[in-house]
């Protein structure tokens, strides 16, 4: 089955530093990722469309400049929190589509952010 | 109506128990319906595609009803490792090949 890979699993990082968090698709190619966040005992909340190639869409709330989205190639896309500070410690998730009609989501293993 | 809408739970129910969830949806053009399985502190995985006729795996049995707009998920025979969050997943009405997650229902089972 198509596996998502992500990383790191986990980190610990002081506030005002940058995270960067890779996703990459290992058997097949997403044009388009997805990344979600999830707060203790809340439901996944997605935060933005990775488009290969192009710019990501992000949704309504998501800051653009504190959350940079890249995706350079068909197999990896990168999220960095920029200037972390406590409030944005959470759980991301990235998740990938083979592409195709009616295709379920794949998830990476997550990424547990704790910003002290 | 929100996107999807699922029964929080908990459920809290005896091995062996039968239990089903309901998960409903406004948007009347979906094609493509899953639920997913999150354990504690975890990814979601894939449980099943929902298919409109309705697909069986194992203990694990979903449903569709277009007419009600709502999918269901039937687990029979509850083992103590069934215990998680159950997360019903729709496409986006609003296209961009975009999925959106219920806010999941918990499930626990007791000895």
């Known amino acids: 089955g198509a596996v998502v890979s992500q990383h790191p699993s986990w980190v610990i990082c002081k506030s005002g530093t940058s995270v960067k968090i890779e996703c990459r698709s290992l058997?097949?190619?997403?044009?388009?990722m997805f990344w979600y966040r999830q707060f203790p005992k809340q439901s996944l909340m997605l935060m933005a469309t990775?488009?290969?190639?192009?710019?990501?869409?992000?949704e309504q709330g998501v800051e653009k400049d504190k959350f940079l989205i890249n995706h350079a190639s068909l197999t990896l896309s990168t999220l960095t929190v920029t200037s972390a500070h406590p409030e944005d410690s959470s759980f991301y998730i990235c998740?990938?589509?083979?592409?195709?009609?009616?295709?379920?989501?794949?998830f990476g293993n997550g990424t547990r952010l704790t910003v002290t | 109506r929100k996107e999807v809408e699922q029964d929080p739970g908990p459920f809290n129910v005896p091995e062996g128990a039968t239990v089903a969830f309901n998960c409903t949806y406004s948007?009347?053009?979906?094609?493509?319906f899953f639920w997913y399985r999150q354990d504690c502190r975890k990814e979601p995985k894939l449980l099943m595609s929902?298919?409109?006729s309705g697909n069986e795996d194992g203990r694990f049995t979903a449903q569709l009803n277009r007419a009600s707009q709502y999918i269901s998920l039937l687990i029979r025979d509850s083992k103590l490792s069934d215990s998680a969050t159950y997360l019903c997943v729709i496409p986006f009405s609003g296209g961009y090949n975009k999925l959106i997650f219920g806010a999941g229902t918990r499930l626990a089972v007791h000895p």
């Open positions: 929902v298919y409109s």
């Open positions: 998740s990938a589509r083979v592409e195709g009609p009616n295709s379920p989501l794949h």
């Open positions: 990775s488009n290969e190639g192009s710019k990501a869409t992000y």
């Open positions: 948007n009347s053009a979906s094609q493509s």
């Open positions: 058997d097949f190619q997403a044009t388009t």
